[in-house]
Nanobody, 124 residues
Framework: QVQLVESGGGLVQAGGSLRLSCAAS????????MGWFRQAPGKEREFVVG????????YYADSVKGRFTISRDNAKNTVYLQMNSLKPEDTAVYYC?????????????????WGQGTQVTVSS
């Protein structure tokens, strides 16, 4: 069982930056693949980025490549999402998710555990 708690969301102007954190409970955090998803009002929850248990493999959605960076610190049971050059279309609730296994999944159906989400709002 893994419990996830996101933090770091807020209101930022276009072009600005935010850093999201996801703190996980449980001693097996280092064995989980982690992902960030987001959901804008009236839209489906979409994949943003995922990272393998070791941090050695990452996958980014095309819409965030070059602007967002995922990282993890297994000693702190935390995964981070550094978001730079933010755009109004990045506005959404951002969710942290965890799944067992080695593969970095890109579908929300592949993830077992979810945080409660943190709101990111980018003003133009």
């Amino acid at each position: 069982q893994v419990q996830l708690v996101e933090s770091g969301g807020g209101l930022v102007q276009a072009g600005g930056s935010l850093r999201l954190s996801c703190a996980a409970s449980g001693r097996t955090f280092s064995t989980y693949t982690m992902g960030w998803f987001r959901q804008a009002p009236g839209k489906e929850r979409e994949f943003v980025v995922g990272i393998s248990w070791s941090g050695g493999t990452t996958y980014y959605a095309d819409s965030v490549k070059g602007r967002f960076t995922i990282s993890r610190d297994n000693a702190k049971n935390t995964v981070y999402l550094q978001m730079n050059s933010l755009k109004p279309e990045d506005t959404a609730v951002y969710y942290c998710a965890a799944r067992g296994g080695l593969r970095v999944g890109v579908s929300k159906d592949e993830y077992t555990y979810w945080g409660q989400g943190t709101q990111v709002t980018v003003s133009s």
